[in-house]
């Protein structure tokens, strides 16, 4: 530790601090452009200018190193007249653009030249004249002129996400920042630019000139587009949502979003959007619709008692409406049949579950499954960043394709998905032969055999053993993994955490409010209604055709019913199958806590109306409680209950009572297509207008050879699908991450294509198909 | 006047930069010598004996520098900046052109002595000549076994490789030149950590200027006492001086160091045409402060110089006599300083721009009282603010100038126009 005396102030920091943070830390803003702490110094603007006593010059607070004894002063003639030059500078060929930038009342020029600048300019000459809102994207401008050069954008993009898709050009007073070749810059985490930018020169798109400071209002939120839940900010104006920000967090988040969560804020008010009630095929009021609900509701239990309804829950809702519909059905609809909807198999015992500090402290992080740049992006730069500060980081993916990638390099072991569990055992098995827990592991799957070497797994398993603090992504693809994960953490000596990666997004606070999160939950529901022994299926923001794996069953149950109620945001895949489907209020339009991957709870903000005839489901809830002629009473539940700060309080792990793994079926037979799916953020089921340029309808990959040889090029193109149910036609692109004789879809695709993929036999070029 | 020469040998043995020439006259003989006499420690030192400083513009004592290389078994480079862009400097031109072989040799001993493994000459874009005098002499020297694999049995291998920057005067700047090196552009980098220990790729790097290296043979032949016999303790040696500028002899000269100013200008270059008066000089390249003609009895070493109020840098001796009007020569240079500014930092960035524009304002009879406060005013806001020092250095001219030669600054604005009748260029950039 450091002792140093700052304006007078004794502060103490690590070693290799530098001064403005040292300063920041006494409550002293020492103006920056070009530092950002998770950037590291750079040097460039000169802002930050501070006296330093017995040094000869004023030294920049950015790059200067605290040292012990060190006498800062961040006040004073000289580092005033400093502050005043650098300003002056600024500003001699910045235009007068404040009226009408985007960025006016929220800029750190303005700030700065309010706050430390000159009253006056001196500067006579003619400014140079730059590109003026020029595209980085369809969703980043940039206005070259407002520019300071601080490169936080080209810093940001090449060192940080490691995808240099902006850069300078040019020198001196010429430079400008714009992209490569002066293409797109295509990377998903563009957007995030604009909130590093400290002034008005990179400006969001679909913002631009929609509103100032002081006719918007910004709600303190997270993201709902994934698990990770990204801390964030909204912004409306006249009930829209018009804009989000990262919102960093002291000490713990940098505030980093992705371009879908950063942009994909407008399915709140879509074209697509929900806002009427629409029963039997006919458009009616919500009050009419609520009321024959209510009626189909007391019909069924009248006619078939208690527990011929079930709930399933899906969307985006808040753990408090979980909590509300879970005792409406107890309590007023009289059934206990209420689970979540789920695309995967796998479940997470909490005491598993890790935080983003397992990430910040990994020394080895193994993917299961999942690409965490593809299903969690903001993961994925939270990975970057461990990174950095730890580049002897080990990386390793385990599933089915390619899971490290060029800027998050690693091994890649390629297991099957019904593998993995077995591959992690045997691994283990290889290291621990006579550990006990590790024999109960793999009794069952002794003699059966994995496309791997010995060597390749010894060599793994003692990865497994020798991390100091692993940390595991999982998908919850392969549901013996959280039998090989409670093993393996057992096992180990050192901290083992695990981070899923699957949804529905806020399932943690589903399951907090005591909705039971297990896939058997809501297939033994779905079983149930395909069986006559529920009648009636209300489904809240789920969409089991979309997202229920077992589409054969989803198909039958939604048949069977005699009801079939589904509150939406979008139109569902259901819909064919729906009798009443319900406008229902969504995120930022209720207030209420969300859970995300690592168990940590955030408050999602109610920043905009609902909009038509859409309601919270709290209003659904009451006004058919009413119906049903019960007074609807508020319990004491709190979700808070059982956290710790804003983080749910973990119970103690203990080992799986069953410790054994499933053995899977034969094999198919060489030579016909795996299909295998992953989690995308961009194909979430939740549309967007500002994304569509960014979309691509071909959202199948195949291998590059593959691709190659059906003549598909690098943007896509469609191929038939040879199906064991018939021929479809689908669109798909070249990605060298997927294996040969490998069909990747995303997860949840509101592609219909996607749905019906069932023992694909092989693919080929539309044209050669044999004509029926 | 007839003299030895040791660095621009090309001087007396025409075809020097033919490998047989050279080697016909003891060419490559240094280095058989040091990879035959001296353990890499052994030369490092005689480096040191010898008080060789770097020639670039700092001065920086050459065999210090080496020895600053951490022991850690990274892979060591050394590179050699033949960026030479200060304007009044074409020094190092002269031995890329016409006596390559002899810097090539001293690539290679220093290479030997501090154990770097690949060589870089950095080569300035416009150099185009030059750059492939040196592509041919390293084929040479490539061909006679002199660089590459067990160079001439002695165990020792280094690749050199000539690389053309793509002309920029920052890529001077040793760690800018490492950035462009690398691919990138040519910004200078953050210091610590300097070179030394994470230079090129993040190795520990030597970075030397083009005639520091050229002395490394000459010392390895002639010893460390013959370096030291001719300059001062502190600045002993021989330096090659550019003269350009108003004199009859504008051309490089090989001297002792310690050798008075006025000597280089009277008796080597010729002097002043007839009937002019030096006005003021600038001893060390455009970027050093302006000498009255009262310090023309200046010895030329690096203490003196500094001692005089300017610096003898990289030997770029700009002569101005009395038709040269002050305040068009200002302008002038710095627009150089303008036009070669990278953009990374403000003051630099904006200053430079800031500046010139008031100084052709002046220049062309435009300017205001008021200016000669600003330019001042924006020189202190500039002055030890800048990242790197590109930014400090097109201030020496100005900063001198407007010291000495207020009056002159002053009368343009009173009269509207050049009180020495300088022809008005059109140079105003809008
Ligand atoms: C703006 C600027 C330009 C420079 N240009 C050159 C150059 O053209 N050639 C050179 O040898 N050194 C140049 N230098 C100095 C180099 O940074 C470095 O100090 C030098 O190459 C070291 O070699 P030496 O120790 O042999 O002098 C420049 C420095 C600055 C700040
Ligand atoms: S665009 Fe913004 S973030 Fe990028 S260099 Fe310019 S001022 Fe900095
Ligand atoms: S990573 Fe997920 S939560 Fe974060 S911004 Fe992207 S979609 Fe939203
Ligand atoms: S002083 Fe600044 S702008 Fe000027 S060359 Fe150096 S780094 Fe670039
Ligand atoms: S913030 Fe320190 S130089 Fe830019």
Redesign the interface.
Known sequence: MIRLTIDGQEVTVPEGTMIVDAAARLGIDVPVYCYHQALG???????C?VQVEKM???VTGC?TAVTEGMVVHTQGEAVE??R???L???L??HPLDCPVCDKGGECYLQDYTFEYGPGRG?????K?QKVKNGPINDLVLIDQERC??C?RCVRFMGEYVGEPHL??E??????VVTTVEHQPATSQFTGNVIDLCPVGALLSAPYYHKGRPWNIERHSTICPHCPVGCSSLATTRESHIIRMEGRPVPDRDWGWLCDRGRFGYDFGYHPERITDSWVQQKTTSAAQATRDVAEWMQRTLTQYGSGSIGFVLGGHFTAEEAHLLRRFAHDVAHTDHIAMVRDVKGYLPLSLNGTFEDVAQADAVIFVGVDPYEAVPVVHLKLRDRLHHFPQLQVMGVGPRRLTRETMPGQDYLIDAEDEAIFFAKALASRLPNDSRVQALIASIQDYSLPVSDADLEVFGQKLLDAQHLTLLWDGENSDMATVLSVLADVRENPTAVLPTFGPVNWRGYEQAGIDPQYAAVEDLLTKVRNGDIHMLVLWGADLLREFPDRKLAQQALEKADYVVSAQVVPPLDMPYIDALLPVATWGEVEGTYVNMEGRLSIGAAGVQPPGQARPTRSYVVNWARLFRQEWQDDAWDVFDNAEGDVLIRADAAVASEITLTRPATKPADGVWTVIQGAWVVENGLPSEILEPRETEFVGRISPDDAARLQIGAEGGYVQAQTSEGSVLIAVRPDPAIMEHTLWIPRGSRHDWAQHLEGVLTLMRPEEVPSV | MSQKYYLLRNREIPNIDQMAVYQSHGGYEALKKALNEYKPEELVDLVKKSGLRGRGGAGFPTGMKWGFLPNDGRKRYLVVNSDEAEPGTYKDREIIEQNPHQLIEGIIISSYATKAREAYIYCRGEFLFGAEQLQRAVAEAYAAGYLGENILGSGFSVDLKVYRGAGAYICGEESALLESLEGRRGNPRLKPPFPAVAGLYGGPTVVNNVETITNVPAIVTYGADWYTSMGTAKSPGLKIFSVSGRVVRPDNYEIPLATPLRTLIDDYAGGVLPGRRIKAVIPGGSSVPLLLPDKLDTPLDYESVLQAGSMLGSGGCIVLDDSVCIVGATARLVKFYREESCGKCTPCREGTYWMTDVLERIEHGLGTEEDLDTLMDIADNIGGKCFCPLGDASLGVLVSAMKFFRDEFEAHVREHACPMGAKLYDTVNH
């Open positions: 110094p750079l040097g460039a603007c000169r802002m200018l000869p010059k004023l790059t007249k400093g005043k030059g650098v002056e500078f600024l001699i060929n001196r500067f006579q000459e003619p140079i300071v050069l490169q850069l300078l040019g020198r001196g007073v010429e430079t």
